[in-house]
């Protein structure tokens, strides 16, 4: 039994003790992301979590939206990792506030690391409000699927060396978003990377997927995906 999330085969009197506990804390976690829905609304914002495996480049696609967008929209930054501020540190080096929350061991971030988040986001800004949030969850594709944390958008990446068939493998991870991000893609020539297949398990999942391929190196598929941030937030 996974001792965060409380996962846990369903055929024993012991597990289905374990998935009514889970059906609650969930609740309970759904309340509190309803809770920072509010709150973001009220500080002016759009919040979009990032979810994906561990490498996959959600830290650079921050640090490189932030130069597209910073001087034009007010954007803050919550990260989640299980242990140091390196993120967090990169992200206020491009000069926009950002808090970094450690789960010290747990596989995603929840509601309530989230409320003390906006809470710490808010100070760092003087209580100035913000256009977009951007919260990065903890790398992992299983987990962050299932916690809702307040936010308006989930967007799920995959990189061009974790491989296509992603979407099958984790099929909440996409049936759980509304956006798809193919990261890396000037690795392209260097892996077996189908798009095709990886866009096509990926929509035969979740039809309304918007899917964008991009490379945070070379800066292809950036402006269609600065594009697609500007109407959000609008």
């Not at 760092?124 to 919260?135: A, C, K, N, R, V």
């Not at 260097?190 to 391929?213: C, G, Q």
Request: hydrophobic share 35%.
């Amino acid at each position: 039994m996974c001792d965060t999330c409380g996962c846990a085969s369903p055929s024993t009197p012991e597990s289905r003790k374990t998935l009514d506990v889970h059906a609650s804390l969930l609740a309970e976690n759904n309340r509190q992301a309803d809770e920072n829905r509010h709150h973001i609304e009220h500080m002016g914002a759009f919040a979009i979590n990032l979810i994906s495996s561990p490498g996959s480049g959600k830290t650079t696609l921050l640090e490189r939206t932030i130069e597209r967008l910073g001087g034009e929209l007010r954007i803050g930054v919550i990260e989640g990792d299980i242990e140091t501020e390196r993120d967090a540190q990169r992200i206020r080096a491009k000069g926009v506030p950002a808090v970094q929350l450690t789960t010290g061991g747990a596989c995603h971030l929840d509601a309530r690391l989230v409320h003390h988040g906006l809470h710490e986001l808010e100070h760092q800004s003087h209580h100035h409000g913000f256009d977009l949030i951007f919260i990065e969850n903890v790398g992992n594709l299983v987990c962050p699927a299932t916690f809702d944390l307040g936010e308006h958008e989930r967007i799920v990446l995959v990189s061009v060396p974790e491989g296509s068939d992603k979407p099958a493998k984790y099929p909440k991870s996409f049936t759980s978003s509304q956006t798809f991000l193919i990261t890396k893609t000037d690795l392209l020539s260097h892996f077996d990377f189908s798009l095709d297949e990886a866009k096509r398990e990926a929509v035969r999942l979740n039809p309304n997927l918007t899917i964008f391929e991009l490379s945070a190196t070379t800066g292809d598929g950036f402006d269609a995906w600065i594009s697609y941030l500007r109407q959000r937030v609008g």
